[in-house]
C-alpha cells in the first residue's frame, strides 16, 4: 500500500511510456470520436434525450479530459509495479490492476459502437453498467498500488455513471 506523499519523480519517468500509457485512451477515444460523427447529426439528433443531456460539445471535451486522466494514472501504477514492486512490464499488465483497466478500456471502446453506430441502447446498457463496475474494481485495485492513481479515476467513475443515466433513459423512451 502506497501513501499520497510518494511521488513517481520526473528523475524516474518514462516519457515513452507516459506517451504510450496516455496515447492508449486518448487513442481510443478518438476512433470513438470518428465513429459518432455522422450519428450526432443524424439518429441522435432526433432521440428523446433527459432535461439533464449535456450539450454534444460537452461529450469530446469531458472524455478527452477522462482519457487522459485514465492514461496518467494507468502510467503512475505501471512505474510503481515495475519499479517499487520489480515486476517486468509484462507481469505488471498481466496483474489484477491492469486485467480490471484492460476490461474497462474495452468495454468503453465497445459502448460507442453498440449506442452510435448500431443503435443498440439495450446492449449499450448493459454494456455501461460492466464498465460502471470494471471502473470500480480498477480503482479497487489501483488504490491498493497507487492511491493517487486511483483518486485520478474517480471523475471517469462518475461520468460514466452519469452517462449510464443518459443510456438508461434513452433506451426507455425511445
Not at 5 to 18: G, N, Y
Not at 54 to 73: D, E, H, K, R
Not at 78 to 107: E, I, M, N, V, W
Amino acid at each position: 500500500m502506497t501513501t499520497d506523499d510518494q511521488q513517481v519523480t520526473t528523475s524516474s519517468m518514462s516519457w515513452e511510456r507516459l506517451a504510450f500509457c496516455v496515447g492508449i485512451p486518448l487513442g481510443g477515444g478518438w476512433a470513438s470520436g470518428l465513429a459518432t460523427k455522422q450519428a450526432i447529426n443524424t439518429w441522435y439528433k432526433f432521440l428523446n434525450k433527459p432535461s439533464w443531456n449535456p450539450p454534444n460539445w460537452a461529450f469530446p471535451v469531458a472524455w478527452t479530459s477522462l482519457y487522459a486522466l485514465m492514461g496518467i494514472s494507468s502510467y503512475r501504477v505501471l512505474q510503481r509495479l515495475t519499479s517499487d514492486r520489480k515486476l517486468s512490464t509484462g507481469d505488471a499488465l498481466q496483474s489484477p490492476a491492469f486485467q480490471s483497466y484492460g476490461l474497462s478500456l474495452a468495454l468503453n471502446f465497445a459502448w460507442t459502437p453498440l449506442f452510435m453506430v448500431l443503435h443498440r441502447t439495450d446492449l449499450a446498457l448493459i454494456d455501461i453498467v460492466a464498465l460502471n463496475a470494471s471502473i470500480a474494481w480498477t480503482i479497487i485495485e489501483w488504490a491498493k498500488i497507487d492511491t493517487l492513481a486511483s483518486k485520478l479515476m474517480i471523475p471517469y467513475w462518475l461520468w460514466t455513471a452519469y452517462a449510464s443515466s443518459l443510456n438508461y433513459y434513452i433506451w426507455k423512451n425511445n
